[in-house]
């Protein structure tokens, strides 16, 4: 196996690889925890994957024919709690672009 070792082909991995490195480093998701408490309430918190805070971010709790069942917004400590809607549902995280992230009913335990 020859190694290719040319100045025009180095250079220009190189250059690519400059290009695309950026985007895997500052790529990051949005992350939504919750859980319930004893007093039937749901606690949930938002934040990036890279450790930054979702405060401010729109929270929907939908149900799954769509219908908004509850919708605010994550406090300055990046949570926000409601009280636990009967039946299925579904926790929406969304930052108004391209990040979302859904936490489903079934998943919220104490």
């Known amino acids: 196996m020859r190694l290719i070792t040319r100045p025009g082909f180095v250079k220009a991995t190189f250059i690519l690889g400059m290009l695309v490195l950026p985007a895997f480093v500052w790529s990051h998701s949005l992350m939504l925890t919750c859980k319930q408490s004893a007093d039937g309430m749901v606690r949930c918190v938002g934040e990036f994957s890279d450790g930054s805070d979702a405060a401010g971010m729109s929270v929907q709790v939908k ?20 009280k636990r809607p009967p039946g299925e549902f579904f926790v929406r995280l969304e930052d108004g672009g391209e990040h979302s992230s859904e936490v489903d009913h079934a998943e919220i335990k104490p």
Do not use: I
Not at 65 to 73: H, I, M, P
């Open 63 to 82: 149900s799954y024919d769509e219908r908004v069942l509850f919708k605010g917004t994550l406090g300055g400590d990046s949570s926000l709690q409601f």
